[in-house]
């Protein structure tokens, strides 16, 4: 179903609580465990005392600021420095588990900028099991687990090819349709006429956003849903098909060009 325009809300009142108030971080790390409704938003902000690593336990968030706007998922997070602007919108309901985290803890140069990192399933769990503890800790066994994820933080991977996502308002809305329904069959000339836009404006806008042509940026969200789907267990069949993929055979083809293993290979979380 196409999302409609009217969804797209700011950041409620009530919702301004997860901009937290505090001036300097109680302890080296703060977490979030928050659900948000799809086509949240929130305003430009900067924190100047600490970094940001915006992360999802279920959904996606896509982080935004003038050196580009990537996506959040389960499988990868993005790290926005001390002193940066950055918002963020949300396409899809979806659960934030964001820590805010003192970058003095955080050696490897890599933290200085804004970049896209993958999260292994091991610090997926050190996460989500902070997520459902109370704050401020102050107990020996929470700063224990603290210790050991800020360390496998800075042994994570840099994404060198983050999936790019746009800011224009119509775009975010087919956006958020394919991320949700990575099925969707729509041409960009279907598109076009749903957004009230000619295909040649329409084509020009994305490759103007996203640096990538619809084709091509489609092709990454299916591969990346089938990637995720794939270590939970679900069948190829399956996959291909909810991807939108009619022939299984293509389908695998495409996923070995991307990943340089078949479907089959992956393995279970």
Known sequence: MLLTPNKVTKLSKEAKSYLVSFQEMPRDIYWFNDPFEAFT???????????????????????CTAQGNYMVRTDCAVWIPPGVPHGWYIPCDSWDCAL?????????????????????????????????????????????????LLHLLQEMPVMRTPLAMPRDPRLIELCATIITNPGTVYSLAEWGRLLGMCERNLSRLFMRELGMNFREWRQ??????????????????????????????????????????????????
């Open 41 to 63: 938003w929130s305003q430009t902000h900067i924190h100047e005392n600490w970094g940001e690593l915006a992360y999802v336990r279920s959904g996606c968030m896509v982080m």
């Open 100 to 148: 805010y985290i003192v970058p003095q803890v955080l050696k490897t140069p890599n933290f200085k900028t804004f970049h896209v990192l993958s999260i292994s399933p091991l610090i997926r769990e050190l996460i989500l099991h902070l997520a459902d503890k109370p704050y401020p800790y102050d107990d020996v066994q929470t700063e224990d687990i603290v210790r050991v």
């Open 220 to 269: 990454r969200i299916r591969l990346e849903h089938a990637r995720n789907r794939l270590q939970q267990g679900e069948s190829v069949t399956s996959v291909a098909l909810e991807c939108g993929y009619t022939s299984v055979s293509a389908f695998i083809d495409r996923f070995r060009q991307n990943f340089g293993i078949t479907p089959g290979q992956v393995h279970y979380r």
